[in-house]
């Protein structure tokens, strides 16, 4: 016979509550026009790669033409060279920068959003992408591990490979052209 461990190790892993981190309908959505509303939360340190997230998004809009507004929650050691980085792009009117939010603004942003980016090069089990997906936001994450193990890419959300700017262009647009509903 076998012996059953008394005290089994369970682990859990991150969740959130789906009763307050849901969407919106249609109607509550304020809309900026034929633009993207994308989202990034989290600290800005150099683990999230918000330079080669602003380097994409400048090339999205100055070679491509994609039409996106912005917004940045979260503080770090790197805003100040991250607000370099936006006015050398030439993005500083599409940037809205919000600093850290208490839970019930953080909502209202997720809802407000089309689209979480997380080009994170490593990271733990993000609860950002967990919040946004139970939004209803689409999430583009680069394609490391831990992302992986929440987002089925292409079916619930897309892994980009932080050196591939053309794909993660294609998403955008992809994104831009079947909105949420």
Same mark, same amino acid.
């Given at each position: 016979?076998?012996?059953?461990?008394?005290?089994?190790?369970?682990?859990?892993?991150?969740?959130?509550?789906?009763?307050?981190?849901?969407?919106?309908?249609?109607? /509550?959505?304020?809309?900026?026009?034929?633009?993207?509303?994308?989202?990034?939360? #989290?600290?800005?340190?150099?683990?999230?790669?918000?330079? #080669?997230?602003?380097?994409? !998004?400048?090339?999205?809009?100055?070679?491509?033409?994609?039409?996106?507004? !912005?917004? !940045?929650?979260?503080?770090? /050691?790197?805003?100040?060279?991250?607000?370099?980085?936006?006015?050398?792009?030439?993005?500083?009117?599409?940037?809205?920068?919000?600093?850290?939010? /208490?839970?019930?603004?953080?909502?209202?942003?997720? /809802?407000?959003?089309?689209?979480?980016?997380?080009?994170?090069?490593?990271?733990?089990?993000?609860?950002?992408?967990?919040?946004?997906?139970?939004?209803?936001?689409?999430?583009?994450?680069?394609?490391?591990?831990?992302?992986?193990?929440?987002?089925?890419?292409?079916?619930?959300?897309?892994?980009?490979?932080?050196?591939?700017?053309?794909?993660?262009?294609?998403?955008?647009?992809?994104? !831009?052209?079947?909105?949420?509903?």
């Amino acid at each position: 016979s076998r012996a059953v461990d008394p005290d089994p190790i369970v682990v859990i892993p991150n969740g959130v509550d789906t009763d307050f981190y849901k969407p919106i309908t249609q109607k /509550q959505i304020t809309k900026i026009g034929p633009k993207l509303r994308l989202l990034f939360v #989290g600290r800005f340190q150099r683990q999230k790669d918000l330079p #080669g997230l602003l380097t994409k !998004l400048a090339f999205a809009r100055h070679q491509h033409g994609l039409s996106f507004h !912005l917004t !940045l929650v979260g503080d770090g /050691q790197d805003r100040d060279e991250l607000k370099r980085l936006i006015n050398v792009h030439g993005l500083s009117s599409l940037v809205d920068w919000k600093g850290w939010l /208490q839970k019930d603004e953080l909502r209202k942003v997720y /809802q407000q959003a089309d689209c979480l980016l997380n080009l994170s090069l490593y990271e733990g089990l993000p609860n950002t992408l967990l919040e946004a997906m139970a939004c209803g936001l689409v999430v583009i994450a680069s394609d490391i591990a831990p992302h992986r193990e929440l987002i089925s890419d292409g079916i619930t959300g897309y892994l980009v490979s932080n050196n591939d700017t053309e794909s993660f262009v294609e998403i955008l647009k992809e994104t !831009l052209n079947n909105p949420k509903e």
